[in-house]
T-cell receptor, first 110, second 113 residues
């Protein structure tokens, strides 16, 4: 069964304190792994797509990496405006569905 | 571009009432879908469509109907609302390529009393 697990559920960081969020997945053939940011009361906003193990993508203070079993979202020197819930999703080779994790709620304290 | 537009943003229903959540996109996306988001459950797929006239069930389709008469619109119908359908609903669309990111609307918060 295709499955996505994110950890930790919640993370509190001091401004400037770097850390990583984890997304582990089991899927019968990975077509793509996606990271989204979701602010309270809003829809998820696309951040990155990763297609194969070893791939990395960067955007400002965020860097996403992918292995055969998991993905990491590294946050370098976070700022309070990085506070949000970060969602991971996978798309399998077979089928049209995206499978979402339950997210990591990140709070960055000034 | 407006992107994906959902209406209404908030709705309160009584058990047994019916309603339709509207979704429209102006990006010419072939693929449209409806998700529900509940605490601790993540986003779960209700129904999806790969083009006008074509719909299919997702992970949690019971109690919901959809139709796709145009490329732009994909309404979600609740025929007889139940308290278990209290949730936040998101419409999402994408191009129908081998892979591609989903674009989400702002969400519709539904409460069934």
């Amino acid at each position: 069964e295709d499955q996505v697990t994110q950890s930790p559920e919640a993370l509190r960081l001091q401004e400037g304190e770097s850390s990583s969020l984890n997304c582990s997945y089991t899927v019968s053939g990975l077509r793509g792994l996606f990271w989204y940011r979701q602010d309270p009361g809003k829809g998820p906003e696309f951040l990155f797509t990763l297609y194969s193990a070893g791939e990395e993508k960067e955007k400002e203070r965020l860097k996403a990496t992918l292995t055969k079993k998991e993905s990491f979202l590294h946050i370098t020197a976070p700022k309070p405006e990085d506070s949000a819930t970060y969602l991971c999703a996978v798309q399998a080779d077979a089928g049209n569905q995206f499978y979402f994790g339950t997210g990591t709620s990140l709070t960055v304290i000034p | 571009n407006a992107g994906v537009t959902q209406t209404p943003k908030f709705q309160v229903l009584k058990t047994g009432q019916s309603m339709t959540l509207q979704c429209a996109q102006d990006m010419n996306h072939e693929y449209m879908s409806w998700y529900r988001q509940d605490p601790g459950m993540g986003l779960r797929l209700i129904h999806y469509s790969v083009g006008a006239g074509i719909t299919d069930q997702g992970e949690v389709p019971n109690g919901y109907n959809v139709s796709r008469s145009t490329t732009e619109d994909f309404p979600l119908r609740l025929l007889s609302a139940a308290p278990s359908q209290t949730s936040v609903y998101f419409c999402a669309s994408r191009f129908w390529t081998n892979t591609g990111e989903l674009f989400f609307g702002e969400g519709s918060r539904l409460t069934v009393l």
